[in-house]
């Protein structure tokens, strides 16, 4: 039975969580095996830097993970060992999103040819660039594949965000993102300001989740990724390919930026 100490969930969502896990027990008094981080807080930094120095496996969300510095930080707290280290997507784990990739793993839509995504977020404190870089995640675990080429715009004061990736193969993404504004658009009332919608085309069909953002969907999320968290750490498995799968998105985030100040399409190199 895996001992875990949860951080940033609290109150009912915490005992609904502990009611999900299988093979774990959370929040049990005294040593605990291993730790869930959902929140970005000054004593949350502090337990992940505990945990990983005194050898436990930890499960952080992407997003609270916004550099590669910050990445290399965290490895350097577990003495080099990646493998400790789960960074996890939310995106990746939410059922509409993971159906659609059983559908990919399947062949049943073929050889992806184009990933469409659009998110208009409401929240105000929520970060562009991590925002940004979960859906580069999300559309390179859905193509399958790494892109070549990243080509940027955004309108003046980035509270819209359109990215096209280029794959070698001749699939395409298209990213956009909007932010909240200072001031609500004209006839805001028309639009709902929650919406997000993914679009995967393959050469053999195609398949969408074209929703809001509701609950239970958003909970099951971490529930799921907990679970599979809780699931590896049992097996020993190691976590080093997550490291490696964000680090990659912070990469093609950085491109990103290069390509909005400079409005040029940017090259990846391999790798």
């Not at 062949?107 to 870089?133: F, M, N, P, Q, W």
Request: aromatic share 6%; glycine share 8%; proline share 5%.
């Amino acid at each position: 039975m895996i001992r875990l100490a949860v951080s940033g969930v609290h109150g009912p969502a915490l005992q609904q969580l502990s009611r999900r896990l299988r093979g774990a027990v959370v929040e049990p008094p005294g040593e605990r095996d291993a730790a869930i981080v959902v929140d970005y807080t000054a004593d949350a930094v502090a337990s992940v830097e505990m945990f990983l120095r005194s050898g436990k496996r930890v499960l952080i969300l992407a997003t609270l993970c916004p550099s590669l510095p910050f990445v290399d930080q965290l490895v350097s707290y577990a003495r080099g060992d990646a493998s400790r280290i789960a960074i996890v997507n939310p995106l990746r784990y939410l059922p509409s999103r993971r159906l659609i990739k059983g559908e990919i793993d399947a062949g049943k839509l073929g050889t992806v040819g184009l990933v469409r995504i659009h998110h208009r977020e409401t929240d105000d404190s929520v970060d562009r660039s991590a925002l940004l870089c979960s859906h580069l995640d999300l559309a390179t675990w859905l193509s399958g594949r790494q892109p070549e080429c990243v080509y940027a715009t955004t309108d003046g004061n980035t509270a819209y965000t359109q990215v096209h990736l280029g794959f070698a193969s001749g699939a395409s993404a298209l990213i956009e993102v909007s932010m909240p504004r200072l001031a609500p658009a004209p006839m805001s009332y028309t639009v709902r300001p929650d919406y997000r919608s993914l679009l995967v085309i393959g050469s053999a069909g195609a398949a969408s989740a074209d929703d809001q953002m509701r609950e239970p969907e958003g909970q099951l999320r971490l529930a799921v990724s907990a679970q599979e968290f809780v699931n590896d750490v049992a097996a020993g498995i190691g976590f080093a390919s997550t490291v490696d799968q964000w680090r990659q998105a912070l990469r093609i985030g950085q491109a990103v930026d290069r390509s909005l100040a400079t409005h040029r399409a940017i090259w990846l190199e391999a790798g």
